[in-house]
């Protein structure tokens, strides 16, 4: 028991991941929140443009002042989802993290047809369910490679264990 907590400390930090436990649901949460700032910081930025256009005083504010607030809205929540990127990288590999942002598109997509009365084409649609395909593949092949990584060391620490 001692060798191995010699050996573990051993280890330089580049060597040991970080061993603080993320429950899954922590993950899913920091991706859903990620994905919430991601099409909030898009709609204030698309309020700021639409508020700069009009030229009008909305509520007694003028539509530069509105169109500030906006902008300053926009890089808040860009702000925030690049501070729950960083978190989320240390628990994800990257090559999953980035395709699971594409996500965020689709979100985008659906909040511009809903609020913001922009068409959704065929094209669009067929966009979205090709990111979801290509996400779930991505997602597929972790998954998979993470039960190869699982058998592998499994069989190497039981010809560890007959020598």
Known sequence: MKSKEVKSEAQGPSERPDKRPYKKNTVAILLLLSYLCLTAGQVSAKLAGMVLSSKQVISGIPSPQLALAFAFGTYFFFLLRGLLWVFLLRKLKL????????????????????????????GKMAGALLLMTGVSLVSYGEVQQKKADEKSNEKGSEKGSLL
């Not at 090559?95 to 065929?122: D, H, Q, R």
Request: no cysteine; glycine share 4%.
């Open 95 to 122: 090559v999953l993290a980035y395709p699971l942002m594409s996500i965020g598109y689709i979100l985008v997509l659906a909040v511009s047809f809903l609020f913001f009365k922009e068409p959704l084409t065929v």
